[in-house]
């Protein structure tokens, strides 16, 4: 599932920013460039679930990426 496919399934651009209070262009850019932010992972999932849609991978979301410690880095 990409980004497109998943706005798409969920009524496209427009309905999808009705839903987040955002503007079409917010969501219409997000959409675009591929990732959306975390902050909106646990929205769509919801209106994803409500259209019997399968959820979205964390993978298309901007979500902070922790680096090794130390200890992860010897291994």
């Known amino acids: 599932m990409t980004t497109r ?6 009524g496209g ?3 999808v920013a009705m839903r987040l ?5 917010t969501v219409h850019t ?3 460039e591929g990732v959306m932010p975390a902050a909106w992972y646990d929205a769509l999932c919801k ?12 993978a298309l979301f901007s979500f902070l990426k922790v680096t090794p410690t130390q200890r992860e880095d010897a291994a």
């Open 30 to 32: 997000h959409m675009q």
């Open 47 to 58: 209106m994803a679930r409500e259209q019997q849609v399968d959820e979205p991978s964390r």
């Open 21 to 25: 209070n955002k503007k079409p262009t």
């Open 13 to 15: 651009y427009r309905a």
């Open 5 to 10: 496919t998943l706005i798409q399934a969920l």
